[in-house]
């Protein structure tokens, strides 16, 4: 939707959803979740909020995106998927 393409700065194509990760803040994640945001959205790397939680060791928050429908089949630029990144 558009909130996704108007909430993108910082890193190349990072959104408030991948900075929420970085910063593993859970109620920022909750809060840009209640406004219906693309849970998939992908930066210039390829990396949806899903990768991020991975490469950054937040289970928890991916287990929380998964539950929340994130796509767990999106590869990044390298042909990465979620689980293959930052192990």
Do not use: M, W
């Not at 996704?4 to 994640?29: D, E, V």
């Not at 979740?33 to 060791?57: E, K, M, V």
């Not at 937040?58 to 990044?76: M, P, Q, V």
């Amino acid at each position: 939707n558009n909130y996704s393409r108007i909430l993108k700065y910082g890193y190349p194509g990072n959104t408030f959803l991948h900075n929420a990760i970085t910063y593993n803040s859970t109620k920022c994640l909750e809060f840009l979740l209640s406004n219906n945001l693309n849970l998939d959205i992908q930066n210039s790397d390829g990396n949806t909020p899903l990768h991020y939680c991975f490469l950054y060791q937040k289970d928890s928050l991916g287990r929380y995106l998964i539950s929340k429908g994130a796509d767990e089949t999106i590869r990044n630029n390298d042909g990465r998927l979620y689980s293959e990144v930052g192990r």
